[in-house]
């Protein structure tokens, strides 16, 4: 009679561990939007302050936790809507290496966050998260891909699937 219990109490604690194991986590990941000049401190045009509020509408229902951008202003300021109607602070990760956020992305567990990069750094984010975007290229006048990455971890290994979208204003 106490094998069973044993057993059971065994088979209890299994489960219990390979369930903490599993998780899923959401990354959004998406070039800062229009930019008033070519300058690397310029800061986002009407045209982008528009488009930064329609980010954070359609994000404003996803449970983001955090949101990295970085050090320059145009992605601050496209984060800042989300990060002000959600009551997050933002935080800061370099541009390059690609390395430097992926790394840390990859870290989260059943947390969800958005990242505001760069033309030439959002499709390497997703290529370092695992994913093969169908966008070969972010062209220098294209602001309107939001590319979404859900990383769901098991004890078996991890598996990253892509969605691509368009933002529009």
């Known amino acids: 009679m106490k094998i069973p219990h044993r057993l059971s109490f065994v088979i209890a604690f299994v489960v219990t561990l390979l369930s903490a194991a599993c998780s899923t986590s959401s990354i959004y990941v998406v070039r800062h939007a229009e930019r008033l000049n070519d300058s690397d401190t310029t800061s986002l045009s009407a045209a982008g302050l528009q488009r930064a509020r329609a980010l954070a509408g359609l994000l404003a229902n996803t449970q983001i936790d955090s949101i990295y951008i970085t050090p320059y202003l145009r992605t601050e300021q496209t984060a800042a809507p989300l990060a002000t109607q959600l009551g997050l602070s933002l935080t800061r990760y370099p541009a390059s290496p690609v390395t430097a956020i992926t790394g840390r992305l990859r870290q989260l567990r059943g947390k969800n966050a958005l990242v505001v990069g760069h033309s030439n750094t959002i499709l390497e984010i997703a290529r370092g998260l695992g994913t093969t975007p169908?966008?070969?290229?972010?062209?220098?006048?294209?602001?309107?891909?939001?590319?979404?990455?859900?990383?769901?971890?098991?004890?078996?290994?991890?598996?990253a699937h892509l969605y691509e979208q368009k933002i529009t204003p």
């Open 134 to 159: 169908s966008i070969q290229k972010i062209e220098h006048t294209d602001y309107q891909n939001l590319l979404f990455i859900r990383m769901r971890r098991t004890p078996f290994g991890q598996r």
